[in-house]
């Protein structure tokens, strides 16, 4: 079986290197969204008339706005009032990270088991990252959440090669796969995308616990968001000091606090979470 992961390995390896890996292409709707907000000459309601095109996206960002994490004094009933309340950058970075759950589905029961909790745990940083960027750094919010939604996407290709090749693996050994290759992938479907820089590199950077920059980045919100998450569990990292890993300290955080502990920031984070998902 071992063999098969080196297989693995090596093909995906080679398929990069040669610029041959099948990569992701981003949603319509979250390509049209892009188009719109990167163009100076266009208004909220050409944002409005390409998410509203898309009844579920709409929804769900009319949630969001309701939600307590941004709730203003007057219920928001339409997408235009959405959009009008959060803005046009927030509007379609959160449409972008969003309209990107479709692509987080399989037909096989195995490999869509994998890609949904893919894109839980996904959607969970990112609400984490919202409120961590929020609370305690000079990042943009909506950035830190697209930034958590899309750290993990390089696990889209490699368990998209299992299944069309219908390969044969034990949980472990695929785990195993993923945690080797999956930055280097994640880092270049986000290159091929044209993502911001300072998001390219979060699938690589974010699971070096002893990295050393300048300033906090958006690597540093997804690396202590996923710490916050496993803390309590029995995830290798729990067993690392936290006072050796700078993010912390960056981020103006005390690795010895678990925020969970502190009642208004826990039900924002679980706000988030749950908004996502």
Not at 175 to 198: M, S
């Amino acid at each position: 079986m071992s063999n098969i992961v080196e297989t693995i390995k090596t093909d995906l390896n080679d398929a990069i290197e040669n610029d041959k890996l099948v990569l992701p292409t981003l949603p319509e709707v979250a390509l049209q969204v892009r188009d719109i907000a990167e163009d100076e000459d266009s208004a909220i309601m050409d944002l409005v008339k390409v998410i509203s095109n898309d009844t579920a996206l709409s929804a769900r960002i009319i949630r969001v706005c309701n939600s307590p994490l941004f709730r203003g004094s007057r219920a928001i009933e339409n997408l235009n009032m959405a959009v009008g309340r959060l803005g046009m950058a927030y509007t379609s970075n959160l449409a972008m990270g969003l309209a990107m759950e479709q692509m987080f589905q399989a037909t096989s029961d195995m490999i869509d088991k994998r890609l949904r909790a893919t894109w839980q745990k996904s959607t969970e940083v990112a609400g984490v990252c919202h409120v961590l960027a929020q609370h305690y750094t000079g990042l943009k919010p909506d950035q830190a959440t697209l930034a958590g939604l899309v750290h993990l996407i390089g696990v889209l290709p490699i368990l998209r090669y299992v299944e069309d090749r219908d390969i044969q693996i034990s949980s472990i050994m695929l785990d195993n796969v993923i945690d080797e290759i999956h930055p280097r992938i994640g880092a270049t479907i986000l290159q091929k995308w044209d993502f911001p820089k300072e998001l390219q590199n979060v699938p690589l950077e974010y699971a070096n616990l002893h990295r050393e920059v300048p300033t906090a980045d958006y690597a540093d919100l997804v690396l202590i968001a996923n710490l916050q998450l496993i803390a309590g569990t029995d995830h290798p990292w729990t067993r690392v000091d936290w006072k050796t890993i700078s993010a912390f300290d960056r981020l103006g955080l005390d690795p010895e606090v678990d925020m969970s502990e502190e009642e208004d920031l826990n039900a924002q984070m679980e706000a988030a979470m749950a908004l996502l998902q």
